[in-house]
């Protein structure tokens, strides 16, 4: 493998790690944004329908409590029936919008109630539906009201069905506020992640100084490793010692030299060789007469 190669797989693992901690980064923070965007607006929803029909509640027994006022007063008394039938129109729409839940704003857990709520609001509104019909009757034939409805008596024709009406109430505005507790709870889920984010940041970066360590102690090993081994063989060769063969240990770029050097190495020791088998043989002394 050349050293060329080595350096470009080791920077592409750089880049590729820095790549995927980006990919995992931008992945986190998008998946959380859009669970808790997601959530806060399906809360949001959830909750102006519940306001909405908590405000329709309160308007209605408003409107019961005039016409009892104004029981005597055919004028008034109309005005009020009037408001209070519309304002019964409405919650029923309401109702009946909130259980079809066409925006998937509520839980199946919270349409466990409102069955009860439809129930108890058609209940109460039967009950007062039954009292306009026993004050209408003598006012259609033009007889004489009696004397103003005792208010003990009123209620006491009417306590089942506000008692019932009541409970729809407290349903709402409990659940009106389980919905922003859960708002205000997002926050601290959000908190949560993105501080798991900088966990999984930090983890990252201690693992891309682990990989840049790494890196820096296996690349530039690639070039001198191969560097000494030629050095270290040419010294031996320049001192005599031809039987040592030069190698670049796999790396590409000092293959040729150390291909050369090895040439050089073969016909330096097949000189020696020759010069070896040339050598004459020693001639011996004369005798000295």
């Known amino acids: 493998m050349s050293i060329r190669s080595k350096i470009f797989a080791g920077l ?8 995927v901690q980006a990919v995992a980064v931008w992945f986190f923070n998008f998946h959380t944004r859009d669970q808790v965007v997601a959530a806060v607006a399906k809360n949001t929803t ?10 329709l509640a309160q308007q209605i027994r408003r409107f019961e ?43 199946a857990d919270d349409l466990k109630e409102v069955p009860a709520w439809q129930e108890a609001a058609g209940f109460y509104g039967d009950e007062m539906k039954g009292i306009f019909a026993q004050v209408d ?7 004489q009201l009696p004397a103003p409805l005792d208010a003990a008596e009123v209620n006491g024709r009417i306590r089942e069905g506000k008692d019932r009406f009541g409970a729809l ?8 506020k389980k919905k922003s507790a ?10 949560e992640a993105f501080q798991r984010l900088f966990y999984l940041v930090a983890g990252s970066v201690v693992l891309g100084c682990l990989i840049a360590c790494g890196l820096m102690r296996t690349l530039p090993g690639a070039v001198t490793r191969p560097i000494e081994s030629l050095a270290a063989a040419a010294d031996e060769l320049s001192k005599g010692e031809l039987d040592k063969q ?28 020759r010069l070896r088998a040339q050598k004459p043989a020693a001639v011996p002394r004369k005798a000295v007469a």
């Not at 592409?12 to 790549?19: N, R, T």
């Not at 304002?87 to 259980?99: D, N, R, S, Y």
């Not at 009757?137 to 007889?143: Q, T, Y």
């Not at 859960?182 to 908190?191: D, V």
């Open 12 to 19: 592409g693992l750089v880049v590729l790690f820095f790549v």
């Open 46 to 55: 959830a909750n102006a329908k519940l306001e909405e029909l908590a405000v």
């Open 65 to 107: 409590k005039e016409y009892f006022i104004y029981v005597n007063d055919p004028a008034q008394r109309a005005k009020y029936e009037k408001e209070w039938s519309d304002t019964l129109a409405a919650v029923t729409k309401a109702l009946e919008t909130m259980l079809a839940n066409r925006d998937h704003s509520l839980t």
């Open 137 to 143: 009757k003598p006012a259609a034939r033009g007889d």
């Open 169 to 176: 109430i407290k349903g709402v505005n409990a659940l009106s």
């Open 182 to 191: 859960e708002t205000l709870k997002l926050s601290s889920l959000a908190a």
């Open 246 to 273: 030069f190698s670049a240990e796999g790396v590409v770029e000092f293959a040729r030299l150390a291909e050369a050097l090895e040439r050089l190495r073969a016909a330096q020791q097949a000189f020696m060789a």
